[in-house]
């Protein structure tokens, strides 16, 4: 057989390298809505865990309950992010777009 390379020739990949992978499977197997699915349980879950709210509960009274602890928080726009994370056959662009939203939502 060919011979194996030398320990200090072997290039190891970095970080990225394997996060693009991941994503490039992701995205041929087309797991867009379970990828969608995770965003919108992590945003439920920081918020839930904030606050002490089940992130189980329905999306509708999830934000009520939220919106009582937190006047100043936009209940519509989270209300309807969650909703559109809930899509079952998004675009690419959609899902870039809601990646982006739910992203605002869990660095506050």
């Avoid at 945003?43 to 309950?65: E, I, Q, T």
């Avoid at 909703?83 to 660095?107: C, F, H, I, Q, Y």
């Amino acid at each position: 057989g060919r011979p194996a390379p030398l320990p200090h020739q072997v290039r190891r990949r970095g970080p990225l390298d394997h996060l693009n992978a991941i994503a490039n499977l992701n995205r041929r197997a087309g797991h867009r809505a379970a990828t969608l699915r995770h965003y919108r349980q992590q945003v439920k879950r920081y918020w839930g865990r904030r606050y002490r709210l089940d992130p189980g509960l329905p999306d509708d009274r999830f934000v009520a309950s939220l919106a009582a602890c937190n006047p100043g928080l936009d209940a519509p726009a989270l209300l309807a992010l969650l909703r559109d994370l809930s899509t079952p056959n998004p675009s690419e662009a959609d899902m870039v777009r809601l990646a982006a939203g739910a992203s605002k939502w869990l660095e506050e």
